[in-house]
């Protein structure tokens, strides 16, 4: 549930039509949602299994397959963020982000085009675009912000990448003429699939990797102050049994955070009492965390790069195959 005296909001990371019509408003009306975010895979595993967009793509046929793509993606973020326009009004979030092409993700100018004109044609104030942490991506934040478009920072890894974004997104903000809201997608749980095994063998602890480097840039953001710029935790399903449903959200508990999960993730979330609040975490009890992480012969530069690379083709990977399921 959304805790709205501590400051933790909870975003649905899905998006469905049909989904979207019936029980989505439900979840926002109890209070269990307060916002939510989309990708490219979301949206191209939405398209390609749902019937619910077979009308609308029979309308299109005429159109190239990425204009296809961008009709039905408006459709679903302004049904979205219209079922969400009364929390964004009374100060309790509201958001609904939606992603640039991903192929942009190296293009400043491109990112900035598509992020406003996107956001035009939606038409709606509490719609964040979601802008990959790249080199060209700080730029475009920058910009976006300026122009009084909210921005969802996304495929954040290292501290050095969020605090690029910080830094860009306090000039994007100070600049705006408009209400603006920024978020810092942090990636959780990508961490512990790829180093579990290895830390194992090590004698380290599993499952840690993910919160605790989440739990450092949760504090670095937080040393800025900024009250436009929050955290989110993002890659927050768990993958297989060995962890709680809900580890990443309940692990991550914080003041003035958000995190996104999966709607399974979330329903069983709400099953158990509240968790108190679990950061920040002592700096060195972390710290002395990834020293063993070192020991155990990972380097964790190298786990950034290879992270937020895999995450760019995976992005990619999955645009590609749903332009091409509806050429």
Not at 27 to 43: D, Q, V, Y
Not at 68 to 82: F, V
Not at 275 to 287: E, S
Request: hydrophobic letters at 45%; glycine letters at 6%; aromatic letters at 8%.
């Amino acid at each position: 549930m959304v805790d709205r005296e501590l400051g933790f909001s909870l975003w649905l990371d899905f998006i469905e039509r049909d989904f979207l019509q019936n029980e989505f408003a439900s979840l926002i009306e109890k209070g269990i949602i307060n916002g939510a975010t989309s990708n490219p895979a979301i949206f191209a595993s939405a398209i390609t299994s749902s019937p619910a967009y077979k009308e609308q793509l029979e309308s299109l046929a005429d159109k190239s397959a990425k204009e296809k793509y961008e009709a039905l993606a408006i459709h679903d973020i302004k049904t979205a963020a219209q079922a969400l326009r009364g929390n964004y009004e009374e100060g309790n979030d509201g958001y609904i982000s939606i992603e640039v092409d991903p192929f942009l993700s190296n293009d400043t100018a491109g990112t900035v085009e598509e992020g406003k004109r996107l956001f035009e044609a939606i038409g709606e104030p509490n719609v964040m675009v979601k802008v990959p942490a790249t080199e060209a991506g700080y730029a475009a934040m920058k910009e976006l912000l300026s122009l009084g478009i909210s921005v969802n920072a996304t495929l954040i890894f290292s501290p050095q990448q969020a605090l690029k974004c910080v830094e860009a997104m306090k000039e994007g903000i100070a600049a705006s003429q408009a209400k603006v809201d920024a978020v810092i997608s942090v990636f959780v749980s990508r961490f512990d699939r790829m180093l579990d095994e290895k830390l194992k063998e090590a004698g380290v602890d599993a499952a840690k990797v993910g919160n605790y480097n989440a739990a450092k840039i949760y504090a670095l953001i937080e040393s800025h102050k900024t009250p436009q710029i929050r955290t989110l935790f993002a890659s927050t399903g768990v993958k297989g049994d060995d962890l709680p449903a809900d580890y990443y959200i309940r692990e991550l508990l914080a003041s003035r955070s958000v995190n996104t999960a999966p709607l399974a993730t979330i329903e069983h979330y709400i099953k158990e009492s509240a968790t108190p609040a679990k950061l920040p975490l002592d700096m060195a009890h972390i710290d002395a965390h990834f020293d063993a992480v070192e020991q155990a012969g990972v380097k964790m530069e190298e786990v950034y790069e290879t992270l937020l690379s895999e995450g760019l083709m995976a992005f990619e990977k999955a645009f590609e195959e749903m332009l091409e399921s509806i050429r």
